[in-house]
Nanobody, 117 residues
């Protein structure tokens, strides 16, 4: 019922940029939800890279501060992750999540980001 559909990602050179999108459907009270992005790199623990809370405040992993920006377009029921100055260390599979008291935790399907020359 609740679905998160991701888009974006791909292969970029170091220093390049990408924008990930996560569109939410099947919910009404999107304004009460916290949303954000995790990344999962093989051999490493899943890492929260950016989140935006129900009141609009944002938080970032220390490794991406100043380079990544999370934003939300309520009219489109979509959250974005703008990734600038990408580094090889950012290579990972990125997963969007939505967390709310009413619907619980929901995940996007994941998208590959590869930063390599």
């Amino acid at each position: 019922q609740v679905q998160l559909v991701q888009s974006g990602g791909g292969l970029v050179q170091p220093g390049g940029s990408l924008r990930l999108s996560c569109a939410v459907s099947g919910v009404i009270f999107i304004s009460i939800a916290s949303m954000g992005w995790y990344r999962q790199t093989p051999g490493k623990q899943r890492e929260l890279v950016a989140g935006i809370t129900r009141d609009g405040s944002s938080n970032y992993a220390e490794s991406v501060k100043g380079r990544f920006t999370i934003s939300r377009d309520n009219a489109k029921n979509t959250v974005y992750l703008q990734m600038n100055s990408l580094k090889p260390e950012d290579t990972s599979v990125y997963y969007c999540y939505r967390d709310s008291p009413r619907y619980g935790r929901n995940w996007g399907q994941g998208t590959q980001v590869t930063v390599s020359s």
